[in-house]
């Protein structure tokens, strides 16, 4: 959050972040009949003279399934309900000579016995194909794949342990400071809403692009920031300090910039100086942001709320603020390019006086505006582990 101190000053409580943190089976499908291997016909256990046995379905045992199945573990795949392969006789059979003579008497005894004899035959036909269709031992599907449940581990389960983050030793230290990207900001109308929302839109792209490869060298990958204008003025974060130009909340991963208090003071900056200014805003409140997804922000918070005093309170609070201060220096020098004289107009419009208890002294603060601009690494903006002068 930035105050602006006196009729020049930035906001009190400048990180206003209300943070957050089977026996059944399956039915048919399982059931599939699996055909012979190509190219083969299944013969038929009877002369030629017998009528083939019917040919369907046969059902065979359910499949052995794993909930996460290993491509080709099942082998080929069927068509369920195929048909086992054509005959090898044809029926009825063919004329074997001619016609017997038939006994006028006799011939309807015979003819109930002939009857009765191949419906015998029938029977025993179609019951020795079924026993040899399903005795036929079928081929079992060969696993291709690995058995994964040897590296199931019941320990996976249970919650990972919290990650202990030390404000002067966090690893974001340790890493290089980003490079200058390009970045073309539009045309500031102060009298414009919708300008400071487009303005602080394109800054906040931009700063997206400088600060990713920083935050992906730490695994980490925030949610983009939402950007808003308010017309009134956050009551709740004004004090004897100053009054709030803008404000960050993590929560909502969203900054808001407050309309009256920029107008007001855009009125003081030269038309040729306004957007190394505001960029610089942009970059402080962006910094709570670098600051809450590496967690940095987040214990901030609970070692203010669990301090023993006042002073111990303010004395990280300071330091939190300086921080982001020290990462303004760093997007000025990534984006807005150019000279040192980039920070020397930033800094008279934003730390040249007003020394506040919130965000220090504007020495201090103007301190470290320019190591963000000038150290090669994030340590350069370390200022959990700074010596007590350097965040009064």
Request: contains cysteine; charged residues 20%.
């Amino acid at each position: 959050m930035e105050n602006r101190p006196g009729p020049d000053r930035r906001d009190p409580d400048g990180d206003h972040t209300p943070h957050g943190d089977s026996s059944q089976g399956a039915p048919a499908a399982w059931e599939t009949v699996l055909p012979p291997p190509a190219g083969t016909q299944k013969q038929s256990p009877l002369p030629s003279s017998t009528p083939p046995p019917a040919h369907g379905p046969v059902p065979t045992a359910p499949y052995a399934h794993s909930p996460y199945p290993v491509p080709g573990a099942y082998g080929d795949t069927y068509t369920p309900g195929a048909p086992v392969g054509p005959p090898t006789t044809t029926w009825p059979p063919g004329p074997v000579g001619p016609p017997p003579t038939h006994n006028r008497h006799h011939g309807g005894t015979a003819v109930l016995f002939g009857a009765f004899t191949a419906a015998m035959v029938a029977l025993v036909a179609l019951a020795a194909s079924v026993l040899i269709i399903v005795s036929t031992p079928q081929e079992e599907s060969s696993s291709r794949g690995t058995d994964l449940s040897r590296y199931y581990d019941d320990s996976l389960a249970a919650r990972p342990d919290p990650v202990e983050i030390d404000l002067a030793t966090h690893p974001l230290y340790e890493v290089a400071m980003p490079t200058q990207i390009p970045c073309d900001l539009p045309d500031l109308d102060s009298r414009s809403e919708d300008a400071w929302l487009d303005f602080a839109t394109v800054s906040g792209a931009c700063l997206d692009d400088l600060w990713a490869p920083v935050l992906e060298e730490l695994g980490l990958h925030p949610e983009p920031l939402e950007y808003t204008v308010t017309t009134e003025s956050p009551n709740d974060f004004e004090d004897e300090e100053g009054y709030t130009l803008a404000y960050y909340e993590g929560d909502h991963t969203r900054v808001t910039v407050v309309l009256p208090s920029v107008q007001e003071l855009d009125q003081h900056i030269p038309e040729q100086h306004r957007k190394s200014v505001w960029l610089a805003l942009m970059g402080h409140e962006y910094g709570h942001h670098v600051q809450h997804a590496t967690g940095i922000l987040g214990v901030s918070h609970d070692l203010r709320n669990n301090a023993g005093d006042e002073d111990e309170e303010l004395d990280t609070l300071r330091r939190t603020e300086l921080q982001a201060e020290c990462l303004a220096g760093t997007a000025l020098h990534g984006i807005g390019g150019g000279d040192t004289a980039t920070l020397d107009t930033v800094n008279e419009y934003f730390n040249d006086d007003g020394d506040l208890s919130t965000h220090g002294r504007a020495v201090n603060r103007a301190h470290w505006l320019e190591q963000g601009w000038h150290q090669e690494t994030m340590d350069g903006c370390n200022t959990y582990q700074a010596g007590q002068r350097r965040v009064t």
